[in-house]
């Protein structure tokens, strides 16, 4: 069994200067998209939405080998 998972992020607008340079994060097996994000300095709070390969996701959501992650702040507007 793999003791790390290595996944894509993609932090998106405002959050993008959080993402890592080569779009990779080598994670612990069992990581969450919380752990991915506090890895990473992004505070919950200012994602809007997350999806995993597509998905939407929240901070419990497991991370499997491969998976792409993604941080979306919230939309605002009218």
């Known amino acids: 069994m793999s003791q ?3 996944v894509t992020v993609r932090a ?3 959050l993008a200067r959080h993402a890592p340079p080569d779009g990779r994060l ?3 097996a069992g990581a969450t ?3 991915a994000a ?3 300095g992004l505070d919950w709070a200012a ?3 997350v999806l995993v390969d597509g998905r939407p996701a929240d901070q419990n959501t497991r991370l499997g080998p491969g998976d792409t992650v993604s941080f979306v702040p919230p939309i605002t507007g009218g």
């Open 4 to 6: 790390s998972v290595a």
């Open 33 to 35: 998209a919380g752990d």
């Open 38 to 40: 506090a890895l990473l």
């Open 26 to 28: 080598v994670l612990p």
């Open 12 to 14: 998106l607008a405002t």
């Open 47 to 49: 994602i809007g939405t």
